[in-house]
């Protein structure tokens, strides 16, 4: 995946000698980098933060994006881990009213009526 990778950035067929010299400088002491690793650290750099590739410098750029790249990578897979084991315990009820067929006419009026001089008799 990594020697696909560094092909299509570059646009190359195959890696060149610089870029192999630094792939086993970042593999050796000091660096300890995995190829996987360096893959996922060029995708960071290139496609996530959208870098442009600036030729002759091969993949220099990964010993100061390494531990970003492996941070941001994280998060994404530990993301993905939480949506897989998610589990949706939702239910559908369905709740069933009775409609009161209860019926006023409005037509009849309404038996309201004051005797005003009765209640001031009152006073």
Known sequence: MLFDYICEIFNIKQPTGFIFKQMKDF?????????????????????????????????????????????HYKKVFDLEDAVNSFENKEQLVKITTKILEKRVDIKKPLPLQIDWEENNEDS
């Not at 933060?49 to 002759?56: A, D, Q, Y």
């Open 27 to 71: 593999r050796g002491e000091g660096y300890n980098y995995t190829d996987i690793g360096m893959y996922y650290t060029l995708k960071y750099y290139y496609d996530i933060l959208e870098n442009k590739v600036i030729e002759g410098t091969g993949i220099g750029i990964i010993p100061y994006y390494y531990e970003k790249a492996k941070a």
